[in-house]
């Protein structure tokens, strides 16, 4: 329900958005070579981490690791939990997938170090700029790259992706490979359509918190990362408005008795999980008045095998999720640039 019409209209999507999505997908022959040299090598756990975006970026490779994988074993972690915590699987056995946009986020460079020093193969995911390199490309075994300082979700969580899905076919673990991966080829026409297709649930939202003092986002399974990355460091980071992820399991152990008196938005893939997301749903339609949902299903994805749209819906969740935050920024009069701390304190 919205309280009036959006009259703002947000940043134009980026020029560089579809080249940048086709340089990250262009890169799954080397993830697969990766996967089975390690795979080769005797490779019994996977990590995957980051901070703030990144991190969120591992759950869809996570929840594929962990739906298909008997081994090898796989955790995704910030890179703060790998630096604080005694891992009994950081050994020689072990690949790193770590990403960073400039590739000198100072905890994921120190995880990494730290995993190189116990013998572990890392991949590094990071921001390339032409002439010149980054601590993480000099650290990393291999560099999964992209050349965008704008368009930086998506690619990020595509090659998380890659990687889980090279891991799983070395090892044997990956059912109809061959049309997992003509998923993935599709994904630039896919998600450029997610974004452009979102628009009408943009505004909506846009809004519905215009004036919120809160927002509540809920998500499942691998769309859960999406939920933390819109609430914490699209809503709360770069538009400085209160926000919080719920995950949409626990919704009705104790959150829903409060979280309707503010906006929800609930996110909706078309994964296992997906039943969740709808009990949300059908709950907030009868009892809320302020709500809305992102669903994977409103997205044409194609190219996208129908057989192969749960496997990429969290991507296409979390490339239209950050595009919310253009209409809502637009709307609410908020430079998207602007820091309190972040990047202008020690800390």
Same mark, same amino acid.
């Given at each position: 329900m919205s309280s009036s019409v959006v009259t703002v209209d947000p940043v134009p999507l980026a020029a560089d958005l579809t080249p940048t999505l086709e340089h990250a997908v262009a890169q799954s022959g080397a993830a697969r070579k990766l996967a089975a040299r390690v795979v080769?090598?005797?490779?019994?756990?996977? =990590?995957?981490?980051?901070?703030?975006?990144?991190?969120?970026?591992? %759950?869809? /490779?996570?929840?594929? *690791?962990?739906? =298909?994988?008997? #081994? &090898? /074993?796989?955790?995704? *972690?910030?890179?703060?939990? *790998?630096?604080?915590?005694? $891992?009994?699987?950081?050994d020689e056995s072990a690949l790193v997938i770590a990403s960073s946009h400039s590739g000198a986020t100072p905890e994921t460079l120190e995880a990494v170090r730290l995993a190189k020093k116990a013998g572990a193969t890392v991949a590094g995911?990071?921001?390339?700029? &032409?002439?010149? +390199?980054?601590?993480?490309?000099?650290?990393?075994?291999? $560099? %999964?790259?992209?050349? +965008?300082?704008?368009?930086?979700?998506?690619?990020?969580?595509?090659?998380?992706?890659?990687?889980?899905?090279?891991?799983?076919?070395?090892?044997g673990s990956l059912p109809n490979a061959e049309e997992a991966w003509q998923a993935v080829a599709a994904i630039p026409r896919a998600l450029t359509a997610a974004k452009q297709e979102v628009t009408p649930l943009g505004r909506e939202v846009a809004a519905q918190w215009r004036d919120a003092r809160l927002v509540y986002v809920l998500g499942a399974g691998p769309n859960f990362g999406a939920a933390n990355a819109l609430a914490a460091c699209y809503l709360q980071e770069m538009n400085w408005l209160h926000a919080s992820a719920v995950n949409a399991g626990d919704f009705f152990h104790g959150p829903f008795e409060i979280v309707g008196q503010h906006p929800v938005l609930i996110l909706n893939g078309e994964d296992e999980t997906r039943a *969740?997301?709808?009990?949300?749903?059908?709950?907030?339609?009868?009892? =809320?008045?302020?709500? #809305?949902? $992102?669903? +994977?299903?409103?997205?044409?994805?194609?190219?996208?095998?129908?057989?192969?749209?749960? $496997?990429? +819906?969290?991507? #296409?969740?979390?490339s239209a999720s950050r595009r919310l935050l253009d209409f809502c920024a637009a709307e609410r009069g908020h430079n998207t640039a602007q820091r309190r701390y972040m990047y202008r304190v020690a800390y």
């Open positions: 080769e090598r005797g490779l019994r756990t996977v =990590y995957f981490i980051g901070c703030g975006g990144s991190y969120y970026s591992t %759950f869809p /490779a996570q929840d594929l *690791m962990e739906r =298909y994988a008997h #081994a &090898p /074993a796989a955790h995704r *972690m910030t890179a703060g939990e *790998m630096i604080h915590r005694d $891992l009994a699987g950081l995911i990071a921001r390339s700029v &032409p002439g010149q +390199s980054s601590p993480l490309a000099d650290e990393a075994d291999a $560099l %999964f790259d992209y050349p +965008s300082d704008v368009t930086v979700t998506e690619p990020k969580a595509i090659h998380f992706t890659q990687l889980a899905l090279a891991v799983l076919e070395a090892s *969740m997301g709808e009990r949300a749903v059908t709950f907030a339609e009868r009892y =809320y008045d302020t709500w #809305a949902v $992102l669903d +994977s299903k409103d997205f044409t994805l194609p190219g996208v095998p129908e057989a192969q749209r749960g $496997l990429i +819906s969290p991507l #296409a969740v979390a």
